[in-house]
């Protein structure tokens, strides 16, 4: 094993490379470790508001994995083993309920956050592959979500993953007719070349076969993700893959600058980048992002990009929701105010089995096992963080209202610098803290620019495995 390099410091005025890492949540999972004490879920919950908890459900299995791929899953599930992590699940599922509900009367007049009904305002299904599982195992998931975790999946979004060979007619119709309102498929590139360069085997026309599946069954949205980087990609073919995107105007679009990250596909082959790689990625990040203003998507973040009057369920949606994600699967996190947690986290496909056999044989789920605690410092970070990178950007009023400051007096330092560099929008309205364009595009490395000394320390020593 090796042990990744420390993030650089940030104090320099040079911009740093702009793909530095992609940061969806904070603190990153490899800033997490095992908890000593091992607290009960009843009592990390107790005091939080449980009113509109988003639930997320992990699917660790995929047909093929794919070269860039760092996720937390594996190649197939030999010896009924989908049936196995499904009864883990359900086990899993019961245990957090308990844990949610907690003992006391939940009647009109108790209104103390702690013993409130938990009711669930989002739902998702991701992975891995969830549409890996057939279309009974599918029904099974979804009863899951509903009958141990009281989630009502007609009533909330709900965004399911899935994969072109794994989108058939009968897994989309369990779908359609559980709830799903979104539909998320990872084509990453319509030119065959180029997705057997990123070790992502597949032809164009099961690709389209599939989005004419997902079409038929009548999901409102559709999102189709698509990678720029590849090795061989260039601005012309990476148009063709927008422009074939674009013929099923898809609801939402999101576009992914390639990583190569140890332990995977890639990383094992010696790709690798340079200063050339960064300008090609940030060069066909800007050509497709101004393709798809031109069609008249509306940019959301860095990746996301909707059509206008699409319904707003996407997972950038949600940002502004900080806290309370119940995470079940072994591949899943969870978050209340004050600790993140989770089970273990690799990438090597010998460790994702021991975690995953380990998973299925867990008797007792009552206690958070691996995580990070979360103060008031890592609090104002998260919430700068995740609401900077959207391109609608951070009210400043409501940072005020939550932790009594403004983020210009907590984070002096970090805003003045990205003033510097020009990613600050200047023509922001009073009240708005938002990214300029060249600030979105350099959301990589803006991001990790937030980071805690503590959570840079921790990511650091974490040796990956």
Same mark, same amino acid.
């Given at each position: ?69 760092? =996720? ?16 883990? =699940? ?9 844990? =949610? ?164 596909? =890639? ?87 021991a975690i995953i056999d380990a998973y299925t044989a867990t008797a007792d789920f009552s206690r958070a096992e691996v995580g990070r605690r979360v103060d008031e410092g890592e609090a104002r970070r998260r919430h700068l963080l995740q609401s900077l990178l959207q391109a609608r950007g951070l009210d400043v009023a409501e940072y005020r209202e939550r932790f009594g400051s403004a983020p210009a007096a907590d984070f002096p330092a970090e805003l003045d610098r990205f003033a510097g560099l020009g990613w600050l929008d200047g023509s922001a309205p009073a009240g708005l803290l ?32």
């Open positions: 094993m090796t042990t990744p390099a420390a993030p650089p410091p940030y104090e320099s005025t040079a911009a740093p490379r702009p793909y530095e890492s992609y940061v969806y949540a904070y603190p990153h999972k490899t800033a997490y470790r095992p908890l000593p004490d091992r607290p009960a879920l009843r009592e990390l919950w107790a005091p939080e508001r449980k009113d509109a908890l988003s639930l997320y459900l992990h699917i660790p299995f995929c047909e093929v994995r794919c070269g860039f791929c760092n =996720l937390f899953t594996r190649i197939g599930a030999p010896d009924e083993l989908t049936t196995r992590y499904l009864d883990a =699940l359900d086990l899993q599922a019961t245990a957090v309920r308990d844990a =949610l509900d907690g003992p006391g009367d939940h009647g009109p007049g108790d209104c103390r956050p702690g013993n409130r009904p938990a009711r669930f305002a989002a739902a998702a299904f991701g992975g891995g592959t969830p549409t890996f599982l057939t279309a009974g195992e599918l029904e099974r998931l979804c009863d899951i979500a509903e009958k141990r975790m009281g989630a009502d999946l007609r009533a909330v979004p709900l965004s399911v993953e899935t994969s072109p060979a794994t989108a058939t007619a009968d897994r989309l119709a369990v779908l359609a007719e559980r709830g799903a309102t979104r539909l998320s498929i990872g084509v990453q590139s319509f030119v065959e070349d180029e997705a057997r360069a990123a070790v992502r085997p597949q032809r164009r026309a099961d690709v389209e076969a599939a989005l004419g599946r997902i079409r038929d069954a009548r999901i409102p949205v559709l999102n189709i993700d698509l990678i720029y980087g590849i090795d061989g990609q260039t601005e012309a073919s990476w148009r063709r893959s927008l422009d074939a995107a674009l013929a099923w105007r898809p609801e939402e679009l999101y576009l992914y600058p390639l990583y190569v990250r140890p332990l995977t596909g =890639l990383g094992r082959l010696g790709a690798g980048g340079d200063a050339a790689w960064d300008a090609q990625r940030l060069r066909l990040y800007r050509q497709g992002r101004d393709h798809l203003l031109g069609h008249g998507y509306e940019q959301v973040s860095m990746r996301m990009f909707r059509r206008p009057g699409s319904p707003e369920q996407g997972a950038d949606d949600h940002a502004c929701q900080t806290d309370g994600m119940i995470g079940l699967g072994c591949g899943a996190r969870s978050y209340t105010s004050a600790l993140h947690y989770s089970f273990d986290y690799a990438v090597d496909m010998r460790e994702i089995r938002r990214l300029s364009p060249e600030g979105l595009a350099h959301s990589d490395a803006l991001g990790p620019a937030l980071f805690s000394p503590a959570v840079r320390a921790a990511m650091a020593a974490y040796a990956p495995k």
